[in-house]
């Protein structure tokens, strides 16, 4: 037999170094992995002797068959119908009346507007005449003015009362003179006249409005305004309703003791 059919030896396993002791050594800090088990936690590798594992415990069974998990029953109470108050459905029937009662009255109040068409009394200076200016010092003013104050209803089917009416005369927004007029009525488009006389005693004027009231008594044309304030009481069969006008009227009057008036502007509001 040739030496060429023998196989070869294989070569000698070597020994495997012993494991490393579990100390710590400079090296072993330096070399050794940190997941080494012997540098791994004590309580990462086993339970501690004095902790418990609890385990599941099986499924009893009966007969061998496993027992079927118990399912709670849950009994939902059906919510009783409840029957709405009687108090409330009174209520609201009288809520609804009373929308009812609202849409129409203010139908009817629109219907009355349009039908009527109320307007408002005009007020109106037709004559006025000065008789007298004169001064008892630089500031102290005496004067008499006398004049027709003429109101017209003018509604076709509104009779009205004129109450509380007030007439002031003043010059330059000083007032210098006031009066008061008696209540009367007037019927469907009728016209009233009412005198008034407005005189000034010992009124005081600042020393510019004197010197002003002097040039225009020189220039024989002398301005006034009349503001007039008054209430009307209206009446349309059971319907009655009131409200205030202001009217004001810019005079220009020549000078006395014979002055008369030249031209006016009058205007009725209401507020």
């Known amino acids: 037999m040739s030496n060429s059919n023998l196989l070869p030896v294989p070569p000698p396993q070597q020994s495997q170094p012993p494991e490393t002791p579990p100390w710590d050594t400079p090296s072993s800090m330096w070399y050794t992995p940190r997941t080494t088990p012997w540098r791994t936690p004590q309580s990462t590798q086993s339970t501690p002797p004095n902790q418990m594992v609890l385990a599941k415990p099986p499924a009893v069974k009966f007969n061998g ?34 929308s009812l009662l609202l849409i129409f009255f203010g139908i009817a109040t629109l219907i009355v507007y349009l039908a009527v068409k109320p ?72 016209t009233s006249l009412k005198p008034v006389r407005l005189i000034s005693s010992l009124v005081y004027l600042p020393v510019n409005y004197a010197m002003e009231l002097r040039r225009q008594m020189q220039d024989n044309k002398i301005e006034y305004e009349i503001r007039c304030t008054f209430k009307v009481r209206a ?37």
């Open 235 to 271: 009446h349309f069969g059971m319907i009655h309703y009131s409200y205030r006008l202001h009217g004001r009227c810019q005079l220009q009057i020549t000078g006395p003791p014979a002055g008369v008036l030249i031209s006016r502007y009058c205007t009725t509001k209401r507020r």
């Open 65 to 98: 068959l496993d027992a079927e998990p118990r399912k709670d029953t849950v009994m939902l109470r059906q919510p009783r119908s409840s029957r709405t108050n009687p108090l409330i459905w009174c209520v609201a029937g009288l809520c609804f009346v009373f």
């Open 119 to 190: 307007r408002t009394p005009v007020l109106d200076i037709p004559n006025a005449s000065l008789h007298t200016i004169y001064f008892d010092s630089p500031i102290s003013f005496n004067g008499d003015l006398s004049m027709l104050v003429n109101l017209t209803n003018p509604n076709k089917k509104i009779e009205v009362r004129i109450e509380q009416l007030e007439v002031e005369l003043f010059f330059f927004n000083k007032l210098i003179a006031r009066q008061w007029v008696q209540p009367f009525s007037q019927r469907k488009r009728e």
